[in-house]
């Protein structure tokens, strides 16, 4: 299995774990498990938090929400992951609503990153 | 059967009003969703006041100068529906939807144009052309013409979708852009092809609820997400 389909798979584990009230907490350190990693490099924190929004907003309107946020916050480093998670979050909220929004902040920022 | 078609779009109008509204609770004040959102609630609002003056009408057998009142109430939601849908393609432009269009749009564009071409030329044929009262007479054209109108801003919905590449906000614009084609599609079979009562009829029916089917999928763009971070939060307290 190539690195984005392990990301996909993840992906789907965090949607339907929201669906039957699963350990968030869990759920991550499994992924990180899983992923055989002590933490996500930007990109790849950036692929999963891309499979997350793909039901809510479909897949490019992720991709291309992340990639203006990127822009927005002067490229994507570990160093300013919490400042692309900000930017990714207004940028979301303002088309998808405050909840989403939020969901960004809160799932961005309890990825670990390497 | 009338009075029927009146309730179920009336029921209708309601539901996508609520939905309208929480909707537009969900955006931060100064942001053009929820002016859109709001916008939209507005044209639910007066969409239920004009079927519930025309249930009443039905009911007490209001004659047509009497009746063609409604055209005012027409004419405002139909005004309410086109800024709100202004400011919802506004919205997602300003995030870099729907700036590029294809050739195939401008046919669809061609072919709104088209349907709206047989409304205004055979308007003499809807109910309220016929009222001795000059005014609503004007408003009936006017709101023949505002129909076309929000049937054209659903092509850049339609756009923005397809940009989008599914999810469920992609499916509640798909919604959106049947509803108001739809109704497009029911007032031009009503002008022109006198014989079509029956498919104008359950279209007619139908239409509305295909707005309140586009605000329910918008809506639970929103529960997903409060799930999901619900989710979230209570792992990160458990953690700490």
Same mark, same amino acid.
């Given at each position: ?6 990301? &996909? ?8 774990? &929201? ?14 498990? @899983? ?33 203006? &946020? ?11 992951? @919490? ?32 | 059967?009338?009075?029927? +078609? ?5 029921? /209708? ?20 969703? $929820? ?55 506004? /919205?997602?432009?300003?995030? +870099?939807? +729907? ?11 061609a072919a709104i144009v088209v349907l709206a071409v047989p409304v205004v ?37 339609? $756009?923005?979708?397809? #940009?989008?590449? +599914? ?5 509640? *614009? ?9 109704? *497009? ?20 029916? /139908? ?9 329910? #999928?918008?809506?639970?763009?929103? $529960?997903?997400? #409060? ?8 792992? /990160?307290?458990?953690?700490?």
């Amino acid at each position: 299995m190539n690195w984005d389909q392990a990301l &996909a798979q993840e992906g789907s584990r965090w949607r339907e774990a &929201a669906l039957r009230q699963v350990d968030t907490e869990r759920l991550l350190h499994g992924t990180m498990r @899983r992923l055989e990693r002590n933490g996500l490099t930007p990109a790849e924190a950036m692929a999963l938090m891309g499979h997350l929004l793909e039901p809510l907003c479909g897949k490019k309107a992720a991709e291309s929400t992340m990639t203006a &946020a990127s822009r927005r916050c002067g490229g994507l480093s570990a160093h300013n992951w @919490r400042t692309f998670v900000a930017c990714l979050s207004e940028l979301i909220s303002s088309f998808c609503g405050a909840a989403a929004g939020r969901l960004v902040d809160q799932a961005g920022l309890s990825l670990e990153l390497a | 059967m009338t009075e029927w +078609g009146e309730f179920i779009k009336l029921t /209708a109008y309601v539901a996508a009003l609520a939905y309208c509204w929480r909707i537009r609770a969900d955006h931060p004040r100064p942001a053009r969703m $929820r002016q859109a959102w709001f916008w939209l609630a507005v044209s639910s609002g007066l969409s239920i006041l004009r079927h519930a003056y025309e249930l009443v009408g039905y009911l007490a057998d209001w004659e047509l100068d009497r009746m063609s009142w409604r055209q005012i109430l027409i004419v405002l939601a139909l005004l309410a529906l086109t800024w709100g849908l202004v400011e919802l393609a506004a /919205a997602f432009r300003a995030v +870099g939807f +729907g700036l590029h269009w294809r050739r195939l749009d401008w046919f669809w564009l061609a072919a709104i144009v088209v349907l709206a071409v047989p409304v205004v030329v055979h308007r003499h044929r809807l109910g309220d052309a016929n009222s001795t009262i000059a005014a609503m007479r004007s408003l009936q054209f006017l709101s023949s013409i505002l129909l076309a109108v929000p049937a054209a801003l659903a092509l850049g919905l339609h $756009r923005i979708s397809v #940009e989008m590449t +599914g999810g469920k906000w992609a499916t509640a *614009l798909q919604w959106m852009v049947a509803f108001l084609v739809s109704r *497009l599609v029911c007032l031009c079979l009503l002008t022109a092809v006198p014989d079509s009562w029956l498919v104008v009829t359950l279209l007619g029916w /139908a239409a509305p609820w295909m707005f309140v089917l586009a605000a329910a #999928e918008r809506w639970s763009v929103t $529960r997903a997400a #409060e799930k999901m971070s619900d989710q979230i939060f209570a792992g /990160a307290n458990k953690a700490s």
